[in-house]
Nanobody, 119 residues
Framework: QVQPVESGGGLVQPGGSLRLSCAAS????????MGWYRQAPGKQRELVAN???????NYADSVKGRFTISRDNAKNTVYLQMNSLKPGDTAVYYC?????????????WGQGTQVTVSS
């Protein structure tokens, strides 16, 4: 069973920084994507950043220039460096790992980590 596990959330003041990590365990055949979503209270889950196995990245417009996604393929780990944080970034952040097994794709979600931006 593939299981992503997030860490690094917490409370930070506006303008501060946090770095989230997501390490995937289990028998992984081939990762085709790793990324981050977030969900604020009363809102739908939204994509924050994504990186494909080919190295292509995409970001939500609201975080471009402030957040950076990176991967350590040897460790099956993805990171999200978050700078210049705003109260609007407050949410539960979820890691997603996409695995390819032959012709089928599977997505695995982490349990989420809380990020709170407040003075």
């Amino acid at each position: 069973q593939v299981q992503p596990v997030e860490s690094g959330g917490g409370l930070v003041q506006p303008g501060g920084s946090l770095r989230l990590s997501c390490a995937a365990s289990g028998r992984i055949v081939s990762i085709y994507r790793m990324g981050w979503y977030r969900q604020a209270p009363g809102k739908q889950r939204e994509l924050v950043a994504n990186e494909t196995s080919g190295g292509s990245t995409n970001y939500a417009d609201s975080v471009k220039g402030r957040f950076t996604i990176s991967r350590d393929n040897a460790k099956n780990t993805v990171y999200l460096q978050m700078n210049s944080l705003k109260p609007g970034d407050t949410a539960v952040y979820y890691c997603i790992l996409g695995e390819r097994r032959g012709s089928k794709m599977y997505n695995y979600w982490g349990q989420g980590t809380q990020v709170t931006v407040s003075s």
